[in-house]
């Protein structure tokens, strides 16, 4: 083997002629190679018979991944969800992630086992020359970081390197503080999302002047952006006004479809629906007077004012809920009581 010193390493060459020179590099005071220590076999190179139930072992995880996979669509429709219930919710999750569980690991732990015990155990080396730039490129870049540290002043101006170090240090602090804000609060989530401001007798005023809106103002085809009028009295306005927004339309009452236990809902052709998406909760405030159809902009889904705010395209799952209203003794728009189901998108505890 061929050697030719240069830079203060090695350049192995090839002994083949037709072989390119140069394509192993190695320093000349390498350490030398320890070897591999003596190759052991395995029970399964030996013994044949052990070999055989180690197959029928890999054979039987794979069978068992597919028992699993199988299972997990066989629970799907055994345990559906529709119905709503948390117990088929939950008989559900737990049967089709038992089932998908199986199938991913008998897939994993089979081919670790058919790869430990059966595959081909021989070792072999690949030489690697090392991916060091040449001695010149080296020297080129250490002058140059020498000079930056001279110009910027970094290793003298000690004061202003270590504050810089910490302001760095400080930056990220207040993203983790901001995390605190997901830890268990004061007040129990499912009950703030399952309620909103609207009340028996909570007149219904424009959005944002917050004034109250009389029946008689309603034209047909007329929509408005609705509030309680008593949203400046909560604690927190916008966390409220984000699950009570509301929007109001009147059509022609001939137009409505209403089941017997929702006709006094609506007075007079006027209807309330939430105007948080059931989708994932945009603002659906596009409102078509030809078609009755709301639209929401984030992702286009539509429902009909005219049939209970009912999905007729799009991905969301569930109509718009209802607010139930009336007109007061001076003729103003009034809540009957609060939405009788959860606003906006799904979460787990949803009844409805
Ligand atoms: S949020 Fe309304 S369609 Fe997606």
Redesign the pocket.
Known sequence: MAKEAKDGLAVVATQSPGDLVGTAVIAEDAVQDPGLPAHRKRVTDTDPKKAKNAERAVFTLFYLSIAGSLGAVLAYMAFPIESGSMLDIRLHTLFVGLGMALGLLGIGIGAVHWGKTLMYDGESIDYRHPVASDAETRKTAAEIFEIADKESGFTRRTLVRNSLIGALIAFPLPGVTLLRSLAPQEYDPIDLLKHTMWDKGVRLARDPSGVPIKASEVTIGSAFHVIPENLHEAQHPLDEKAKAIVLLMRLDKRDLKEPEDRKTWSYDGIVAYSKV?T????P?ALYEQHTHHLL?P????QFDVSDMAKVVF???KRPLPQLPITVDDEGYLVAQSDFLEPVGPSYWERLK
């Open positions: 998406c989708h994932v909760g945009c659906v929401c984030c992702h286009q889904s799009g991905p969301a």
